[in-house]
């Protein structure tokens, strides 16, 4: 089964300075994907403006990976320690329940974009530190680039959880396959561009999940950015029940 969460469908929550598209709306009881997909608790976007921030409070632990798309922040975490993170850098940290995020664009003249993943660990949180790691456009470029991984092989970010996150980078008319293995689901989402998935048409900021399927499998219909998260479990069948009344589902057999 896919489900579908159109871009317009994220919540949305903005300003002059800084501007927020939740994939998952954590404090929307009638949304069905309130509580993420599987392991991946959050998907946000955001975006700043020159000299502005925001303060991101998680309502649970999460093992969160920061990618900076473009621009320059500075980040600090739970351990209240400033760091700079570039465009093209992901940065991991374990994060407490109720514990405060901050970040802040230090350009005065060009926006920062930003994307955060959270991820429910698989058992309390170990504290491991944060971690920044530089992935090159050509690194990810016509490959899905391993980008976070339990134990961090291929130099990947170490995670902890049983959750691989690729990104990519491909041309018009390139097509991948990713294979899920037997209990595996996932998530992609479309950081800019076009992709077709199947028959269904996918572009920036839309998202999809991928539950009971072999593989996600997808074409770009324009120069694309993706983000893809492989996750241990399928989703439940009361759930999967609950995203057919609510969301654009497609059933592939």
Known sequence: MITVRKSE????????NKKTW??????????PLQNGFGALKMLNEELLSPDSGYILNTHMDMVIVTYVQEGVIIYKGPLEKSDLVEANEFRRVDVPRDTKQYAFNISHSEDAHIFQSGF?????LLKQGEIKKLFTHSER???????????????????QQNVQMYSTFIHRGNHMIHELGPGRSAWLHV???????????LQTGDGAGFSGERAVSFTAQEPTEILLFNL????????ETGLKRQLQTVEIR
């Open 232 to 239: 241990c479990g399928e989703i439940s069948k009361e759930k």
């Open 9 to 16: 469908e994220r919540r949305h929550i903005g300003n002059q």
């Open 191 to 201: 950081v800019k561009g076009r992709i077709l998935v199947n028959h269904l048409h």
């Open 22 to 31: 939740m994939t998952f709306d954590s404090e929307n009881k009638a949304d």
């Open 120 to 124: 429910a660990p698989s058992e309390s």
């Open 141 to 159: 470029k016509g490959i899905l680039r391993l980008i976070a991984s339990p134990d961090g092989r291929e130099s990947s970010l170490p995670i």
